[in-house]
Structure formats: C-alpha cells, structure tokens
C-alpha cells in the first residue's frame, strides 16, 4: 500500500512539474509574440499581457519550484532515482529553444544572445549529469556517485526529512543524554558557543557527535 501511494504521489508531483514547465515555456512565447515585454510603467499600461500570461507565469514558476521539491521528498523517501537532474536542463534548453526561434524568425538579434545564454545554461549541467544517468539507468549501478548538484539536492532533502519525522515527537532518551552532556561540556567550557551549536544541530538531526 505505501509502495503504491509512493508512485501515485511520484507521478502527480512529476506530472504537475512538467505541468509548470509548459505554461512557462508557453507563457514566454505568448509574451514574446508582441515584441517581448508586457506590462506597466508608473501605474500605465503601456503594452497589456496576453490572456492570462500576467499571473500564469509567475505562477508557473512558483508551482514549478514547490513541486520539484515536493518530487524530490517523495523519491527521497521511497529511496526511488529521480530525474531531478534533468529539471534545470528541461527548463532552459526549453526556453532557449524560444529565444532563438524569435531571434532568427524576427531577425532579433538580442534574442538569439539570450538563446545562446540560455542553452548554456541547460546544456552543461545536461553533459554532466548524462554519464551517470546512464550507469543507473542502462547499466544498473545503483551506487553511481551523483554529480555534484544532485548531491547537494539530495543531502538538503535527507536533512528535511529527517527534521519533518522528528516534530511533533518526544526526544528519545539516547538524544536527551546527548543534548545533557553537550550541555554540561559547554557550561565547563570545553565547547564554545559555535562547536555546542553545532553539535547541538547535529545531534536534533539525528548525526553523530
């Protein structure tokens, strides 16, 4: 039962990323189809938003944000691999795709600097992530070393985790010693304020000391 709503919950936050990702990448060209900007000066609308681009796109990033984190607990919790690495590439290779489309169609110039910019940007994390997308997936190396970016997402989501099980929870007795000999170390002065905050921290995230 918990394995199943594990995958539900896997594909309704995937699914609502890429959900975000196309009203981004949508909204972006419905703006840049009256020249690339929209909006107001001094309270004057000087060129209105197509439909509703003003609230959507704001939106769309926001949601994008909040459900890649909330896709990547839920991997992290089934201990099921992500394709979170693939995100940041999806993104803005989707929106370079844009700018040199306008760029080159309307002879924009500026655009396809900003295209070029942007596929930069999706590319090289893409390149780096490729290899080790492929010993998971293809070659079945489950231990792969993940690239740096993916490491850091994923030590960020294993701290979270670890913090959300424990509210609303009584300390268990071996963290209460701990918390007290942390304690009594700092009052005799064998810890400064920085090393007892910092072993303090460690010790409410469950790490050892």
Request: glycine residues 12%; hydrophobic residues 45%.
């Amino acid at each position: 039962m918990k394995r199943a709503i594990g995958v539900v919950l896997l594909l309704v936050f995937g699914g609502l990323v890429t959900v975000c990702t196309t009203v981004v990448f949508l909204s972006m060209r419905a703006v840049m189809d009256i020249g690339g900007s929209c909006g107001s000066v001094d309270n004057e609308v000087y060129r209105p938003c197509p439909g509703n681009v003003a609230g959507l796109l704001p939106g769309a990033i926001w949601g994008g944000l909040i459900f890649t984190g909330l896709y990547v607990v839920v991997c992290a919790k089934w201990k099921v691999p992500s394709f979170v690495s693939l995100l940041w590439p999806a993104l803005f290779l989707s929106l370079g795709y844009n700018f040199f489309d306008y760029g080159i169609s309307g002879r924009q110039f500026g655009f396809i600097i900003c295209g070029v910019v942007f596929v930069l940007m999706g590319a090289v994390p893409l390149i780096w992530a490729l290899p080790h997308l492929w010993r998971v997936y293809v070659e079945g190396v489950e231990d792969d070393p993940k690239p740096w970016h993916v490491a850091a997402t994923g030590s960020a989501v294993s701290s979270s985790l670890k913090l959300l099980n424990r509210l609303g929870t009584t300390p268990d007795e071996d963290m209460t010693d701990s918390l007290e000999r942390l304690d009594e170390l700092h009052r005799k002065g064998a810890l400064d304020d920085l090393e007892y905050a910092k072993a303090k921290d460690r010790v409410i995230r469950g790490e050892e000391t």
